[in-house]
């Protein structure tokens, strides 16, 4: 199993930055893309960004693009989410999850994060 934890969420105002975190523990040799995803109250959970493991492949969601920068540091098992011009929109909780195969689902998600950005 994999556990992961989210950190770094908080109440900021519109065009603040922020960074989140994703500790990853357990079998984390096993990671073959780690994701980050969104929920906003009363919306489906959205998907935002994700790396692979063992590269520096990444991918976003047109929403954040050019915005928001995911990045890993696999010496310390951890995935950040750096978001910069945030926007009201971008308030929601905040999930990493990881893909244990190419195809495979998101078997291993965290806590949560909530992030809510002010107008």
């Known amino acids: 199993q994999v556990q992961l934890v989210e950190s770094g969420g908080g109440l900021v105002q519109a065009g603040d930055s922020l960074r989140l975190s994703c500790a990853a523990s357990?079998?984390?040799?096993?990671?073959?893309?780690l994701g980050w995803f969104r929920q906003a109250p009363g919306k489906e959970r959205e998907f935002v960004a994700t790396?692979?493991?063992?590269?520096?492949?990444?991918y976003y969601s047109d929403s954040v693009k050019g915005r928001f920068t995911i990045s890993r540091d696999t010496g310390k098992n951890t995935v950040y989410l750096q978001m910069h011009s945030l926007r009201p929109e971008d308030t929601a909780i905040y999930y990493c999850?990881?893909?244990?195969?190419?195809?495979?689902?998101?078997?291993?998600w965290g806590q949560g994060t909530q992030v809510t950005v002010s107008s």
């Open positions: 999850a990881t893909q244990q195969t190419a195809y495979g689902r998101y078997e291993y």
């Open positions: 357990g079998r984390t040799f096993s990671i073959y893309v």
């Open positions: 790396t692979r493991w063992s590269s520096n492949s990444t």
